[in-house]
């Protein structure tokens, strides 16, 4: 069985400070790894994703994450938020693609 | 290109009673999943639609159910509604086959169990 721990649940952070995102997971077979944003009120948007190849993968609004096998980790970085970041981030795994299990939930808060 | 589609945006029911949350998918996608997210909780899978028929399903009693139709349309079910359905239900769709492409979701049904 799959699951995803994420590491904390609210990161408080300032304007333009850099931020990481801490995600775990733990699967027996080859895994599938993404990241979702979730603004109030609304579904999710997915921010990046890791299928093969680079381990460094960059997705939308500046963010960026590095899969890690040995450590079974793909924490979520941006070097500069912006007060629009504040939102919910969930961390999923796949093994086929398809069901995606999620973590708890990782709410950023951006202090101006 | 719209994206998915989610109806009703909001429901409040009753203890007991029956309800349906309905789903249409992205345009070229064949394949509906169905999430459920408590407050405060990350999406938990419920099952997987494609040809019409179940393909997967999560942890979840048989009072959930669902369908979808030809035109790759879903609906969620849930019968004798209890206090602890009150979640957002977030339905979701892809194509079979592309493996590892990423799930495609609607901004989901708010549903509320008095």
């Known amino acids: 069985a799959q699951s995803v721990t994420q590491l904390d649940s609210q990161v408080p952070v300032f304007e333009e400070a850099p931020v990481e995102l801490r995600c775990n997971y733990s699967s027996s077979v080859s895994v599938y790894l993404f990241w979702y944003v979730q603004y109030p009120n609304q579904g999710l948007q997915l921010l990046l994703k890791?299928?093969?190849?680079?381990?460094l993968v960059k997705g939308i609004n500046g963010f960026e994450a590095e899969f890690n096998k040995s450590q079974t980790s793909f924490h979520l970085r941006k070097p500069s938020v912006h007060i629009s970041d504040t939102a919910e981030y969930f961390c999923?795994?796949?093994?086929?693609?398809?069901?995606?299990?999620f973590g708890a939930g990782t709410i950023l808060r951006v202090k101006s | 290109d719209a994206g998915v589609t989610q109806s009703p945006t909001h429901l409040i029911k009753t203890r007991g009673q029956q309800v349906t949350l309905r789903c249409s998918p992205k345009?070229?996608?064949?394949?509906v999943s169905w999430y459920q997210q408590a407050l405060g909780q990350g999406p938990q899978f419920i099952f997987q639609?494609?040809?019409?028929?179940?393909?997967q399903r999560g942890n979840f009693p048989d009072r959930f159910s669902g369908h979808q139709y030809p035109n790759y349309s879903s609906e969620l079910n849930v019968n004798a509604l209890l206090l602890g359905d009150s979640a957002l239900y977030l339905c979701?769709?892809?194509?079979?086959?592309?493996?590892?492409?990423?799930?495609?979701f609607g901004d989901g049904t708010r549903l509320s169990i008095l």
């Open positions: 345009s070229g996608h064949d394949t």
């Open positions: 979701a769709s892809s194509r079979q086959g592309a493996v590892g492409q990423p799930q495609h």
């Open positions: 890791y299928l093969s190849g680079s381990t």
């Open positions: 639609y494609y040809e019409e028929e179940e393909r």
């Open positions: 999923a795994v796949s093994d086929n693609g398809n069901k995606l299990v």
